[in-house]
Protein backbone atom coordinates (compact mmCIF):
# COMPACT_ATOMS: atom_id res chain seq x y z
CA UNK A 1 0.00 0.00 0.00
CA UNK A 2 2.90 2.09 1.01
CA UNK A 3 4.55 1.68 -2.59
CA UNK A 4 1.44 2.26 -4.92
CA UNK A 5 0.87 5.68 -2.41
CA UNK A 6 4.10 6.86 -3.18
CA UNK A 7 3.97 5.84 -6.14
CA UNK A 8 0.76 7.86 -7.04
CA UNK A 9 1.51 11.24 -5.13
CA UNK A 10 4.94 11.35 -7.69
CA UNK A 11 2.85 10.89 -10.72
CA UNK A 12 0.92 13.26 -9.52
CA UNK A 13 3.92 15.77 -8.13
CA UNK A 14 5.49 14.87 -11.81
CA UNK A 15 2.01 15.60 -13.87
CA UNK A 16 1.60 19.25 -12.30
CA UNK A 17 5.70 20.31 -12.93
CA UNK A 18 4.97 19.35 -16.12
CA UNK A 19 1.56 21.35 -16.54
CA UNK A 20 3.40 24.24 -14.57
CA UNK A 21 6.43 24.22 -16.94
CA UNK A 22 3.93 24.57 -20.03
CA UNK A 23 1.70 27.18 -18.23
CA UNK A 24 5.42 29.27 -17.67
CA UNK A 25 6.50 28.56 -21.25
CA UNK A 26 2.96 30.24 -22.79
CA UNK A 27 3.81 33.25 -20.34
CA UNK A 28 7.25 33.42 -19.91
CA UNK A 29 6.93 37.00 -21.35
CA UNK A 30 5.25 37.89 -17.85
CA UNK A 31 7.53 35.53 -15.27
CA UNK A 32 11.12 36.08 -16.88
CA UNK A 33 12.79 36.10 -13.83
CA UNK A 34 11.45 32.77 -12.38
CA UNK A 35 12.30 31.06 -16.38
CA UNK A 36 15.80 32.41 -15.46
CA UNK A 37 16.02 31.07 -12.30
CA UNK A 38 14.35 27.90 -12.89
CA UNK A 39 16.55 27.18 -15.86
CA UNK A 40 19.89 27.74 -14.19
CA UNK A 41 18.96 26.04 -11.10
CA UNK A 42 18.53 22.53 -12.61
CA UNK A 43 21.32 23.07 -14.41
CA UNK A 44 23.11 24.01 -11.56
CA UNK A 45 21.51 21.04 -9.88
CA UNK A 46 22.92 18.45 -12.55
CA UNK A 47 26.62 19.91 -12.07
CA UNK A 48 25.34 19.45 -8.06
CA UNK A 49 24.71 16.32 -8.25
CA UNK A 50 27.65 15.06 -10.38
CA UNK A 51 29.83 16.74 -7.80
CA UNK A 52 28.30 15.15 -4.96
CA UNK A 53 28.47 11.68 -6.78
CA UNK A 54 32.73 12.39 -6.60
CA UNK A 55 32.89 14.27 -3.09
CA UNK A 56 29.99 12.85 -1.33
CA UNK A 57 29.45 9.35 -2.61
CA UNK A 58 33.12 8.11 -3.13
CA UNK A 59 34.82 10.61 -1.00
CA UNK A 60 36.89 12.17 -3.14
CA UNK A 61 37.43 15.82 -2.77
CA UNK A 62 37.77 17.24 -6.49
CA UNK A 63 37.20 21.05 -7.35
CA UNK A 64 37.68 20.71 -10.98
CA UNK A 65 34.04 20.88 -11.93
CA UNK A 66 34.39 24.11 -13.68
CA UNK A 67 37.11 22.92 -15.96
CA UNK A 68 34.90 19.99 -17.10
CA UNK A 69 31.80 22.69 -17.01
CA UNK A 70 34.32 24.98 -20.26
CA UNK A 71 34.74 21.48 -22.04
CA UNK A 72 31.24 20.31 -22.35
CA UNK A 73 30.08 24.59 -23.05
CA UNK A 74 32.79 25.21 -25.70
CA UNK A 75 32.20 21.99 -27.25
CA UNK A 76 28.67 22.48 -27.29
CA UNK A 77 28.76 25.99 -28.62
CA UNK A 78 31.35 25.64 -31.19
CA UNK A 79 29.40 22.56 -32.45
CA UNK A 80 25.76 24.67 -32.54
CA UNK A 81 26.28 28.09 -33.57
CA UNK A 82 25.11 28.39 -37.22
CA UNK A 83 26.89 28.35 -39.82
CA UNK A 84 26.14 32.10 -40.95
CA UNK A 85 27.06 33.75 -37.88
CA UNK A 86 30.66 32.18 -37.68
CA UNK A 87 32.11 35.20 -39.22
CA UNK A 88 30.40 37.23 -37.07
CA UNK A 89 31.48 35.16 -34.15
CA UNK A 90 35.47 34.74 -35.02
CA UNK A 91 35.75 38.17 -36.46
CA UNK A 92 39.32 38.75 -35.45
CA UNK A 93 41.18 35.62 -36.77
CA UNK A 94 38.37 33.81 -38.60
CA UNK A 95 37.43 30.01 -38.13
CA UNK A 96 39.11 26.84 -38.73
CA UNK A 97 38.23 25.37 -41.82
CA UNK A 98 37.39 22.17 -40.43
CA UNK A 99 35.02 24.00 -38.35
CA UNK A 100 33.01 25.93 -41.01
CA UNK A 101 33.42 22.51 -43.24
CA UNK A 102 31.64 20.29 -40.81
CA UNK A 103 28.97 22.86 -40.07
CA UNK A 104 28.29 23.35 -43.93
CA UNK A 105 27.92 19.42 -43.85
CA UNK A 106 25.02 19.61 -40.88
CA UNK A 107 23.62 22.80 -42.49
CA UNK A 108 22.95 20.69 -45.37
CA UNK A 109 21.85 17.60 -43.74
CA UNK A 110 18.46 16.48 -43.41
CA UNK A 111 15.40 18.14 -40.82
CA UNK A 112 15.94 15.93 -38.77
CA UNK A 113 19.52 15.65 -38.29
CA UNK A 114 20.12 19.47 -37.67
CA UNK A 115 16.93 19.12 -34.93
CA UNK A 116 18.63 16.43 -32.69
CA UNK A 117 22.57 17.84 -33.60
CA UNK A 118 22.16 20.11 -30.57
CA UNK A 119 21.66 16.79 -28.00
CA UNK A 120 24.72 15.27 -30.41
CA UNK A 121 26.29 18.06 -29.23
CA UNK A 122 25.75 18.24 -25.66
CA UNK A 123 26.69 14.10 -25.54
CA UNK A 124 30.37 15.18 -27.41
CA UNK A 125 31.20 17.28 -24.89
CA UNK A 126 30.63 15.21 -22.55
CA UNK A 127 32.84 12.75 -23.92
CA UNK A 128 35.12 14.53 -24.70
CA UNK A 129 35.43 15.41 -21.01
CA UNK A 130 35.20 12.10 -19.66
CA UNK A 131 38.16 10.97 -22.06
CA UNK A 132 40.36 13.62 -20.68
CA UNK A 133 39.22 13.18 -17.21
CA UNK A 134 40.11 8.97 -17.92
CA UNK A 135 43.62 10.13 -18.98
CA UNK A 136 44.13 12.88 -16.43
CA UNK A 137 42.56 10.10 -13.45
CA UNK A 138 45.69 8.04 -13.81
CA UNK A 139 47.83 10.40 -12.33
CA UNK A 140 45.34 12.80 -10.26
CA UNK A 141 43.65 9.72 -8.33
CA UNK A 142 46.68 9.06 -6.75
CA UNK A 143 46.52 11.45 -4.54
CA UNK A 144 43.96 12.60 -1.43
CA UNK A 145 42.24 14.36 0.81
CA UNK A 146 43.94 18.29 0.20
CA UNK A 147 45.85 17.46 -2.70
CA UNK A 148 43.92 16.22 -4.83
CA UNK A 149 41.58 18.76 -4.67
CA UNK A 150 44.93 21.33 -5.50
CA UNK A 151 45.38 18.96 -8.24
CA UNK A 152 42.13 19.23 -9.84
CA UNK A 153 41.54 22.78 -9.50
CA UNK A 154 45.13 23.53 -10.91
CA UNK A 155 43.84 21.40 -13.73
CA UNK A 156 40.57 23.69 -14.33
CA UNK A 157 42.60 26.88 -14.06
CA UNK A 158 44.98 24.91 -17.19
CA UNK A 159 41.83 23.83 -19.35
CA UNK A 160 40.77 27.71 -18.92
CA UNK A 161 44.15 28.75 -19.68
CA UNK A 162 44.24 27.19 -23.04
CA UNK A 163 40.78 27.95 -23.91
CA UNK A 164 41.50 31.60 -23.76
CA UNK A 165 45.26 31.25 -25.23
CA UNK A 166 45.97 32.87 -28.32
CA UNK A 167 47.09 29.71 -30.40
CA UNK A 168 42.97 28.69 -30.27
CA UNK A 169 41.43 31.86 -31.56
CA UNK A 170 40.17 29.83 -34.41
CA UNK A 171 38.87 27.15 -32.05
CA UNK A 172 37.71 28.75 -29.01
CA UNK A 173 37.93 32.88 -30.16
CA UNK A 174 40.54 32.93 -27.38
CA UNK A 175 40.01 35.75 -24.75
CA UNK A 176 36.96 36.93 -26.73
CA UNK A 177 34.99 34.00 -26.52
CA UNK A 178 31.97 33.02 -27.97
CA UNK A 179 28.41 34.30 -28.55
CA UNK A 180 25.07 33.87 -30.80
CA UNK A 181 24.73 30.53 -29.26
CA UNK A 182 21.10 29.58 -29.97
CA UNK A 183 19.01 28.47 -27.00
CA UNK A 184 17.79 25.20 -26.09
CA UNK A 185 16.24 23.49 -28.78
CA UNK A 186 12.36 22.04 -29.10
CA UNK A 187 12.05 18.34 -28.68
CA UNK A 188 9.51 15.88 -30.16
CA UNK A 189 8.74 17.95 -33.61
CA UNK A 190 7.96 21.45 -31.31
CA UNK A 191 5.49 19.24 -28.71
CA UNK A 192 7.79 20.23 -26.14
CA UNK A 193 8.97 23.66 -25.82
CA UNK A 194 12.22 24.71 -25.20
CA UNK A 195 11.51 26.11 -21.71
CA UNK A 196 11.13 22.25 -20.78
CA UNK A 197 14.24 20.76 -22.93
CA UNK A 198 17.11 21.33 -19.83
CA UNK A 199 14.59 19.89 -17.38
CA UNK A 200 13.86 16.86 -19.51
CA UNK A 201 18.01 16.35 -20.10
CA UNK A 202 18.95 17.06 -16.41
CA UNK A 203 15.91 14.50 -15.40
CA UNK A 204 17.40 11.60 -17.76
CA UNK A 205 20.97 12.73 -16.34
CA UNK A 206 19.98 12.17 -12.82
CA UNK A 207 18.16 9.60 -13.10
CA UNK A 208 21.10 7.70 -14.46
CA UNK A 209 23.18 9.31 -11.84
CA UNK A 210 20.47 7.38 -9.00
CA UNK A 211 20.62 4.08 -10.69
CA UNK A 212 24.47 4.38 -10.46
CA UNK A 213 24.07 5.28 -6.51
CA UNK A 214 21.97 2.13 -6.56
CA UNK A 215 23.72 -0.53 -7.86
CA UNK A 216 26.69 -2.73 -7.01
CA UNK A 217 29.36 0.31 -8.05
CA UNK A 218 27.54 2.59 -5.72
CA UNK A 219 27.99 0.52 -3.05
CA UNK A 220 31.22 0.52 -3.99
CA UNK A 221 31.73 3.67 -4.00
CA UNK A 222 30.11 4.29 -0.65
CA UNK A 223 32.35 1.13 0.75
CA UNK A 224 35.40 3.34 -0.43
CA UNK A 225 34.01 6.84 1.06
CA UNK A 226 33.79 4.91 4.42
CA UNK A 227 36.98 3.20 4.43
CA UNK A 228 39.70 2.54 1.64
CA UNK A 229 41.58 -0.31 3.01
CA UNK A 230 38.32 -2.05 4.06
CA UNK A 231 36.90 -1.42 1.02
CA UNK A 232 40.18 -3.41 -0.67
CA UNK A 233 40.44 -6.01 1.37
CA UNK A 234 36.78 -6.45 0.39
CA UNK A 235 38.19 -7.17 -3.06
CA UNK A 236 37.09 -3.84 -4.29
CA UNK A 237 39.25 -2.41 -7.09
CA UNK A 238 39.90 1.39 -5.36
CA UNK A 239 41.32 2.86 -9.18
CA UNK A 240 39.08 1.04 -11.22
CA UNK A 241 36.06 2.82 -8.91
CA UNK A 242 37.41 6.11 -8.75
CA UNK A 243 38.16 6.42 -11.87
CA UNK A 244 34.77 5.27 -13.13
CA UNK A 245 33.19 7.95 -10.72
CA UNK A 246 35.79 10.66 -11.76
CA UNK A 247 34.63 10.00 -15.41
CA UNK A 248 31.22 10.31 -14.75
CA UNK A 249 31.21 13.28 -12.71
CA UNK A 250 33.06 14.96 -15.57
CA UNK A 251 30.71 13.42 -18.21
CA UNK A 252 27.71 15.07 -16.78
CA UNK A 253 29.43 18.37 -15.44
CA UNK A 254 30.23 18.54 -19.33
CA UNK A 255 27.03 17.97 -20.43
CA UNK A 256 25.53 20.70 -17.80
CA UNK A 257 28.11 23.04 -18.77
CA UNK A 258 26.48 22.56 -22.44
CA UNK A 259 23.37 23.55 -20.88
CA UNK A 260 25.22 26.39 -19.30
CA UNK A 261 25.83 27.81 -22.50
CA UNK A 262 22.87 27.40 -24.45
CA UNK A 263 21.28 29.51 -21.25
CA UNK A 264 23.55 32.38 -21.49
CA UNK A 265 24.04 32.38 -25.44
CA UNK A 266 27.60 33.59 -24.93
CA UNK A 267 30.12 31.99 -22.89
CA UNK A 268 33.78 33.31 -22.38
CA UNK A 269 36.83 31.26 -20.24
CA UNK A 270 36.83 33.87 -16.72
CA UNK A 271 32.91 32.26 -16.95
CA UNK A 272 34.36 29.24 -15.77
CA UNK A 273 36.82 30.75 -12.87
CA UNK A 274 37.51 29.45 -9.59
CA UNK A 275 34.61 31.08 -8.00
CA UNK A 276 31.97 28.66 -10.14
CA UNK A 277 33.50 25.79 -8.26
CA UNK A 278 32.88 27.22 -4.90
CA UNK A 279 29.56 27.89 -5.97
CA UNK A 280 28.77 24.48 -6.80
CA UNK A 281 30.97 23.22 -3.73
CA UNK A 282 28.36 25.32 -1.78
CA UNK A 283 25.54 23.84 -3.15
CA UNK A 284 26.42 20.81 -2.13
CA UNK A 285 27.15 21.15 1.28
CA UNK A 286 24.18 23.41 1.95
CA UNK A 287 22.08 20.53 0.55
CA UNK A 288 23.81 17.77 2.04
CA UNK A 289 27.16 16.15 1.36
CA UNK A 290 25.50 12.80 0.64
CA UNK A 291 22.21 13.81 -0.95
CA UNK A 292 21.37 13.98 -4.30
CA UNK A 293 17.96 15.57 -3.56
CA UNK A 294 19.84 17.66 -0.74
CA UNK A 295 22.03 18.70 -4.11
CA UNK A 296 18.57 19.87 -6.43
CA UNK A 297 16.93 21.56 -3.61
CA UNK A 298 20.03 23.39 -2.47
CA UNK A 299 20.66 24.42 -6.76
CA UNK A 300 17.17 26.03 -6.66
CA UNK A 301 16.93 27.46 -3.43
CA UNK A 302 21.11 29.35 -4.07
CA UNK A 303 19.80 30.34 -7.41
CA UNK A 304 16.50 31.84 -6.28
CA UNK A 305 18.27 33.91 -3.47
CA UNK A 306 21.02 35.03 -4.98
CA UNK A 307 19.54 36.19 -8.51
CA UNK A 308 16.09 37.03 -7.18
CA UNK A 309 14.72 36.65 -3.73
CA UNK A 310 17.43 39.39 -2.33
CA UNK A 311 17.89 41.44 -5.62
CA UNK A 312 16.23 44.72 -3.62
CA UNK A 313 18.78 45.01 -0.99
CA UNK A 314 20.97 46.62 -4.31
CA UNK A 315 18.79 49.34 -4.79
CA UNK A 316 18.08 52.59 -2.56
CA UNK A 317 15.58 52.32 -0.15
CA UNK A 318 14.13 55.47 0.78
CA UNK A 319 11.11 56.21 3.56
CA UNK A 320 10.07 59.74 2.68
CA UNK A 321 13.49 61.73 2.08
CA UNK A 322 15.50 59.19 4.62
CA UNK A 323 17.79 56.90 2.47
CA UNK A 324 18.50 53.08 4.78
CA UNK A 325 21.47 52.78 4.96
CA UNK A 326 23.77 49.88 3.22
CA UNK A 327 21.00 49.70 0.55
CA UNK A 328 23.35 49.11 -2.46
CA UNK A 329 25.12 47.54 -4.83
CA UNK A 330 26.73 44.66 -3.65
CA UNK A 331 24.94 44.41 -0.17
CA UNK A 332 22.30 41.52 -1.35
CA UNK A 333 26.38 39.32 -1.39
CA UNK A 334 26.05 40.45 2.33
CA UNK A 335 22.80 39.14 3.37
CA UNK A 336 23.50 36.56 1.35
CA UNK A 337 26.51 35.21 3.26
CA UNK A 338 24.78 36.22 6.37
CA UNK A 339 21.65 33.90 5.17
CA UNK A 340 24.42 31.37 4.88
CA UNK A 341 26.17 30.84 8.11
CA UNK A 342 22.53 30.96 9.72
CA UNK A 343 21.40 27.86 7.70
CA UNK A 344 25.43 26.40 8.18
CA UNK A 345 25.02 26.54 11.89
CA UNK A 346 21.31 25.49 12.23
CA UNK A 347 21.96 22.69 9.58
CA UNK A 348 25.11 21.28 10.43
CA UNK A 349 24.63 18.44 8.15
CA UNK A 350 22.99 20.67 5.34
CA UNK A 351 19.53 21.09 4.69
CA UNK A 352 18.94 16.95 4.02
CA UNK A 353 22.03 15.73 5.46
CA UNK A 354 22.74 12.47 3.96
CA UNK A 355 19.02 11.53 3.40
CA UNK A 356 17.05 11.83 0.70
CA UNK A 357 13.68 12.34 -0.10
CA UNK A 358 10.87 10.38 0.98
CA UNK A 359 7.36 10.53 1.42
CA UNK A 360 7.02 8.56 3.69
CA UNK A 361 9.09 10.84 6.34
CA UNK A 362 6.87 13.78 5.02
CA UNK A 363 3.79 11.92 5.63
CA UNK A 364 4.95 10.40 8.82
CA UNK A 365 5.84 14.32 10.25
CA UNK A 366 2.77 15.59 9.72
CA UNK A 367 1.14 12.81 10.99
CA UNK A 368 3.03 13.07 14.36
CA UNK A 369 2.32 17.10 13.93
CA UNK A 370 -1.79 16.36 13.93
CA UNK A 371 -1.17 14.30 17.00
CA UNK A 372 0.94 16.80 18.95
CA UNK A 373 -1.55 18.96 18.12
CA UNK A 374 -4.60 17.12 19.39
CA UNK A 375 -2.62 16.01 22.80
CA UNK A 376 -2.45 19.61 23.23
CA UNK A 377 -6.00 20.28 22.84
Not at 74 to 103: C, E, F, Q, W
Request: net charge positive; with cysteine; proline share 3%.
Amino acid sequence: MKMKRNTLLTTITLALLVVFLYWLSANRMQHGMLVSVLQKGVILALVAVSMNLLNGFTGLFSLGQAGFMSIGAYTTAILIIPVKSLDGVYYMNGVHPAIRVLKMMVADSPAFVQSVFPFVALLLGGLLAALIAAFVGVAVLRLKSDYLAIATLGLSEIVRAIFSSPQFDQITNGSYGLNKIPTFPVMAWGLIPSLVTPFIVVGLCVGFILLLINSSYGRAFKAIREDEIAAEAMGINLFKHKSMSFVVSSFFSAIAGGLLAMYMRSIEAKTFSISMTYDILLIVVIGGIGSVSGSILSAFLVTAAKEWWLRFFDQPLFFGTWQVPLFRTGFRMVIFSILLMVVVLVYRKGLMGSEEFSWDRIIGRFKRTKKSEGGAR
